[in-house]
């Protein structure tokens, strides 16, 4: 019986799991494999499956989807919306959302598995297909290679990825060169000194020295880099303070990262540092802020040789004009550990998942960043339909031109 990719799929949205606690979502994954007939190993890098197709000799194919949801209320008001709640890593109970496609991530692989194991008389080579945790920790792929992945399974000759994006349904978006920028996730704790609300003069305060560096964090960007370069400094999240009329000693803000290349970190990096020192010593503090790196994240960096045949396989297989060059995106990913830690070209592209009509108006209108939620918005919901059939078949058309 094939698999009931609306059914999965659906069943993934309702019941999100944060990064590193996706097993349930493993569960589903599992269950689907086995009813292709696949044998699979659960709990790779804690919470990820790798299972592997054999068709004779030939090249060895990685496909990687990732699997975890976001802490994002739902508001898409779609029958099968998620109510889920998690713990984050600070103990916190929060929502949980598929709000940036996971889910559609892993619907695809599945069914871009069925279609390649039906057809094993038809190529030859090795398909490993690694269901990826904790993409939006930055962590999830360097946890299966520190799990030992590429110890148990044969070494990709080419890793190959897709990602849902608010383009029109049908429509395939890549580039060779740099797709998706390098990122760092910083903590940075401002140390001031607590007290009464009602005495401001006794203590140091780490919230107005927060305002402080929240707004003139802004000005590394608009005012010290080119303007015709990229970088973004996004400060995603403030914490300080218990009560109305209690100072405290510490404030936390943390930040999100972006950049073209190597050159371009070093110097945000440290364009940043000297504002959240310099802040800090306005204000009078009487210890150095503490400055921690959650993660990096390299650049997605696609092989020019393999996008162009991945290109051409695609516009014979979805007729030409279906994919696009989608320009370079600013948001970043962890797929890259893949490819480099084995030293193997990379193509990662994107899909859309927005119904073309919907697109039409709002491009026409010149509301597309009003009228059309992106990733990571809580209204974020793709049309279940083209979407699925085309993200099964980008990455079937993929990983079939790579194989013999």
Aim: glycine share 10%; aromatic share 6%.
């Amino acid at each position: 019986m094939p698999l009931d990719l609306e059914a999965i799929y659906t069943d993934l949205h309702r019941h999100p799991e944060l990064s590193f606690q996706e097993t349930r979502t493993a569960g589903v994954i599992t269950r689907e494999l086995a009813a292709l007939g696949l044998d699979y190993e659960e709990g790779v890098g804690r919470t990820g499956v790798v299972t592997v197709i054999r068709s004779g000799d030939g090249p060895v194919v990685w496909l990687r989807a990732d699997m975890d949801g976001l802490p994002v209320p739902e508001q898409t008001g779609l029958p099968y919306a998620s109510t889920a709640r998690g713990v984050d890593p600070a103990g916190q109970d929060v929502p949980v959302m598929h709000a940036c496609g996971h889910d559609m991530h892993v619907t695809a692989m599945l069914g871009a598995l069925e279609k390649l194991q039906a057809t094993r008389g038809e190529w030859s080579g090795t398909v490993v297909a690694v269901f990826q945790p904790a993409e939006e920790y930055g962590a999830g792929a360097q946890a299966m290679i520190a799990d030992g992945v590429f110890d148990r399974y044969p070494k990709p000759d080419i890793v190959l990825g897709q990602h849902l994006t608010p383009l029109p349904a049908g429509t395939i978006g890549v580039r060779p060169g740099t797709q998706m920028a390098a990122s760092d996730g910083i903590t940075v704790t401002l140390h001031g000194r607590g007290g009464h609300g009602s005495r401001p003069h006794s203590t140091i305060d780490p919230i107005v020295m927060a305002a402080a560096t929240v707004m003139r964090l802004q000005t590394v960007v608009s005012r010290e880099v080119d303007p015709r370069e990229m970088a973004v400094v996004t400060v995603g999240s403030i914490h300080a303070g218990l009560k109305n009329n209690i100072i405290p000693a510490e404030a936390t803000l943390e930040l999100s990262l972006r950049y073209p290349d190597d050159a371009a970190r070093a110097d945000i990096l440290a364009r940043v540092e000297r504002v959240v020192r310099a802040e800090a010593a306005a204000s009078g503090a009487e210890q150095e802020p503490t400055i921690t790196t959650l993660h990096t994240l390299p650049p997605t960096i696609n092989d020019a040789n393999a996008t162009a045949r991945l290109t051409a396989a695609m516009d014979r297989a979805f007729g030409e004009g279906t994919v696009v060059d989608p320009g370079m995106f600013t948001g970043s990913e962890d797929v890259s550990w893949f490819a480099r830690e084995a030293g193997a070209p990379l193509v990662y592209w994107f899909w859309g998942g927005v119904d073309p009509q919907q697109y039409a108006d709002a491009a026409a209108a010149g509301t597309i960043s009003r009228d059309i939620p992106t990733n990571h918005s809580p209204f974020f919901a793709p049309v279940l339909h083209p979407t699925i059939e085309r993200g099964v078949d980008a990455l079937t058309v993929a990983a079939r031109e790579f194989l013999t």
